[in-house]
C-alpha cells in the first residue's frame, strides 16, 4: 500500500513538473519568435545593421528645411555641402567605426560629434537651383492670402495704462529687434485688418515683449504675470479665445525673453502660434510648423547694395562676442587665418564694407540660434553661411535655403575652409545670384512692399489657419 502511495505521487508529480515546463515554454518560445520578427524587421528597414556596411549613403531633403534638418534626417551625422555642376549638393559619407551621438542642446560643439568624413570623390548630387520650394503655388496662394486673409486684433485704447505695449509705437523702429514692432506697426494700417472677428482667420494678441521689457512696472520679472493675466481677462471679455482654446491666435516677439514669457500661460505655448525670431526646434517651447519664425533683421536705410562678386577678395567674415562654445571653437579655429576673419570685440574697420568684401558672410549660434546677421548677409549681397544647428530658419515653408545659403554643422568648423573653397566661382555666381533674389523678403517696410518681410510673414500666417471656424456655441472655459 506505501509502495502504491509513492508511485502515485512520484508520477502525478512527474506529470505536474511536466505541465509546469510546459507552461512556462510556450511563452518563452513565442517571446523568442516575437524578438527575433522585431529583429529582423529592423534589419529590413533601418540602417542601423548595415551602417558600417555601406561605403556611402546618399539623402534626398525634402522641404521645409531649417538650419540642422540635415543631422536630423541622418540620426545626428552631419552632410557637408559642396557645389558642382551650377547645383549645390549634398552627401554623406559613413566612417566605420565612428560612434553616432545626437547634438547636444547646450551648444557643446564636443558633444555634437557624428560619423563624417570629407567631402567623397563621387556621390549621388541633389540640385537646389531653385529659390522657391514651389513658386507657381507660392504666388498662386499668395495672391488668395491678400484677397481674403482677415486678421482681428483686441481693441486697446491710447488712454490704456499699457498702451506702450499694447499698440504700435509711434516711431520708425530700430535696433537689433526692430521685427516685432515693424510687423505690428505695418499690420495695424494693411487691408488684412478686420473689425468683424468672425470674418477674422486668425486673432493676433498685440502685447509686446521687448517693450514690456523695458516697462519699469513690468520688466523681466512680471512679463509672465502680465501675459498670464492678458489672456485671461481676454477669455472672460471675448468669446473668440474659448472657442479653440487660443489654436487660431498668434503672438509676435522677437526678443528671447519671449520664450520665457509664457511659462504661466502654457496654453498660450501649446496651442497659439507663436512668431518668433527665437525659433530652436530643440526647445520644447517651440513647436515647428504650428509656430512660425520671425527674421531678425537690422533694418537699413536705402535700396541694398549690389557689389560685383569679383571685388569680394575675403573668402569668409564673422564678427562678434564671444558668448557661446560655437563661437569659441570658430575663433580658436580661423581666429588668425589669413583668408577666413573671424573676429571678436570692436572691428578697426567699418561692419558694412566687411560684409561687401567677403564672399561668404558666417552666421554662428550665439547666446541664441538667431542673429541679425543672416539678414545683414543678404542685404549686402554677401552668401550666408549658416552655423547654428536646431535652427527652424525663418520661411522655410517657402524658401529652399540649400540655394543662398551654406550650411555647416557646428562640428565641421574645422572643415570650414575646406566646405567654402570646395565652392568653384560660378557656383558661388549662383548662389549670391539667389541671395540677391531672396534678400528682398528680408526687409522692412513702413508702406510695405509685395513680397517684403511683412507680407512674406503674413504668408506664413496665412499657411497656419484653420480651414474650419469653430461657431461661438461651442465655446470651451479657459480653465477647463
Known sequence: MANSSFLFHYYNHRRLSASSRSFFFIPTTLALLTSLFILLYIYTTSNLFTYHHQHHRHIRLKPPLDSSSIARSTHGRSIPISVQNGSINLYTNSQKGAPLVED???????????????????G???????????????????????????????????????ANALLPVDFEPGGNYASESYFK?????????????????????????????????????????FIRDYIFNISQKYPYWNRTGGADHFYVACHSIGRSAMEKAVIVRYNSI?????????????????????PQVWPRQGDPPNFASSKRKKLAFFAGSINSPVREKLIQVWGNDSEISAHFGRLKTPYADELLQSKFCLHV???????????????????????????????ADILNWQSFAVIVATLDIPLLKKILKGITFSQYLMLQRNVLEVRKHFQWHLSPVNYDAFYTVMYELWLRRSSTRVPLSASADFNG
Not at 129 to 157: C, Q
Not at 199 to 223: E, N, Q, T
Not at 283 to 288: A, E, K, M, P
Not at 374 to 381: F, K, P, V
Open 365 to 395: 549660434k550665439g547666446f541664441e540660434v538667431n542673429t541679425a546677421r543672416i539678414a545683414d548677409s543678404l542685404y549686402y549681397g554677401c552668401v550666408p553661411v549658416i552655423i547654428a544647428n536646431h535652427y527652424d530658419l525663418p520661411f
Open 274 to 294: 507663436q512668431v518668433v525670431c527665437s525659433s530652436s526646434y530643440f526647445l520644447s517651447g517651440y513647436i515647428t510648423h504650428k509656430d512660425a519664425s520671425l
Open 104 to 122: 547636444g542642446s547646450d551648444g557643446n560643439v564636443g558633444s555634437q560629434r557624428s560619423s563624417r568624413v570629407p567631402f567623397p570623390s563621387t
Open 185 to 225: 506697426k505695418v499690420l495695424m494700417k494693411s487691408h488684412f485688418i478686420t473689425k468683424d472677428p468672425e470674418r477674422a482667420d486668425l486673432f493676433f494678441l498685440p502685447f509686446s515683449i521687448a517693450r514690456l521689457r523695458h516697462d519699469p512696472r513690468i520688466g523681466v520679472g512680471g512679463i509672465q504675470d
Open 124 to 162: 549621388e548630387f541633389v540640385s537646389y537651383n531653385e529659390v522657391f520650394h514651389d513658386k507657381d503655388i507660392f504666388l498662386e496662394d499668395y495672391k488668395e492670402m491678400n484677397r481674403s486673409f482677415k486678421i482681428y486684433v483686441y481693441p486697446h485704447r491710447r488712454n490704456d495704462s499699457f
